[in-house]
């Protein structure tokens, strides 16, 4: 009989030691993809409901929306990037080319809209947001009889005071805005719960309108939506990255043309913060390349390999590293990832 015991307790121990060994399987790959997610992100809202969607949830949507209006720019590949993250812990994606939001918000002509778009939805399919992604054009929904009572059930339960700053930090002439800058957040509030998103993609500059959506979303009935916000880096020259300050390295640049921009840039020695070089190295060097190896001269110690951002960081902070070293392997690497984008798009 004790014989019998034994092999029944040993048998529910092999048991229960499996299980739990599933269990911590499952918690390690929800912890990867969380981390996955959350890399690169100035915050979002909320950590846990984010944790929480990953964990239980399937056929989860995220998406991001790109007023097609001017160059594309390493500004814009930063949400691109997180959509890619957010695809390869297989959440779906949607990309909205919002060729309304620019009309609205004064960025051209539709005619002139409609060509940026056409240009951006190739640039992000030559970056990797190929397959399994949906591209969308604002203009494809956002005129239906649905869409615009939509946007009127807003109108009603959003003051003017909100809606303006909500478009404080997005909006063309902010001091003097038309009325139609009015409702374009309540139009980007609409298309969270139009196209059924769990989460929303944008830089901290979209927060406002985010806040919007979690809160009247949810009063009519949609889901209120997870938002990751990821940070506004520097141009070249240390102010904010804008096309109308030419700080910008743009997706049709020449790989002389980056290498010239690189090294007139902002990169004071021994300094570390708001340095917009070292941004170019966390942001997009180090997602994308597992090693990053700086050339110097045999003099000052030859070529140096790194596999972590801190640790290159550390090392120009104290000066083991030259602000030269670091524009020189930034025009290598950045020029890595922009030409082959601009190849696709010369092939095509």
């Known amino acids: 009989m004790r014989s019998a015991i034994r092999r029944t307790t040993s048998s529910t121990s092999v048991r229960i030691h499996s299980a739990?060994?599933?269990?911590?399987?499952?918690?390690?790959?929800?912890?990867v993809k969380f981390q996955q997610v959350m890399s690169n992100v100035e915050e979002a809202v909320t950590e846990g409901e984010l944790a929480a969607l990953l964990d239980n949830e399937t056929n989860i949507t995220a998406y991001a929306g790109y007023e097609p209006s001017g160059e594309l720019h390493l500004g814009h590949?930063?949400?691109?990037?997180?959509?890619?993250?957010?695809?390869?812990?297989?959440?779906?994606?949607?990309?909205l080319l919002a060729d309304l939001h620019a009309y609205m918000n004064e960025k051209g002509t539709m005619d002139q809209i409609r060509d940026w778009a056409d240009h951006y939805q190739k640039c992000f399919s030559a970056l990797g947001l190929a397959e399994g992604t949906r591209f969308v054009r604002g203009s494809d929904y956002q005129l239906e009889p649905e869409y615009t009572r939509l946007i009127l059930k807003l109108?009603?339960?959003t003051t003017l005071n909100r809606a303006r700053r909500s478009m404080d930090e997005v909006s063309r002439n902010a001091e003097d805005p038309v009325v139609s800058q009015m409702i374009y957040p309540l139009m980007q509030t609409a298309d969270i719960g139009y196209l059924n998103i769990d989460i929303a993609v944008g830089g901290i500059d979209q927060r406002k309108i985010h806040m919007l959506a979690r809160e009247e979303l949810h009063s009519m009935g949609f889901k209120s939506p997870?938002?990751?916000?990821?940070?506004?880096?520097?141009?070249?020259?240390?102010?904010?990255?804008?096309?109308?300050?030419?700080?910008?390295?743009?997706?049709?640049?020449?790989?002389?043309s980056i290498k010239k921009k690189i090294q007139s840039a902002y990169c004071p020695p021994r300094t570390a913060e708001d340095n917009p070089l070292l941004q170019l190295y966390r942001y997009y060097v180090f997602p994308q390349f597992k090693q990053v190896e700086l050339e110097r001269p045999q003099r000052y110690g030859g070529p140096i390999c790194y596999e972590d951002f801190s640790t290159l960081e550390l090392d120009y902070a104290v000066g083991k590293l030259h602000p030269l070293d670091l524009k020189n392997g930034a025009a290598t690497y950045i020029e890595r990832i922009i030409g082959p984008i601009r190849s696709a798009l010369r092939s095509d």
């Open 20 to 31: 739990s060994k599933r269990a911590f399987n499952s918690i390690n790959v929800i912890n």
């Open 77 to 95: 590949l930063l949400t691109a990037y997180k959509l890619l993250d957010l695809q390869s812990v297989g959440v779906d994606v949607i990309v």
């Open 155 to 157: 109108a009603r339960h």
């Open 226 to 256: 997870v938002c990751v916000h990821t940070p506004i880096l520097l141009g070249l020259d240390a102010n904010k990255m804008s096309s109308s300050r030419d700080n910008i390295v743009a997706i049709g640049d020449s790989a002389e």
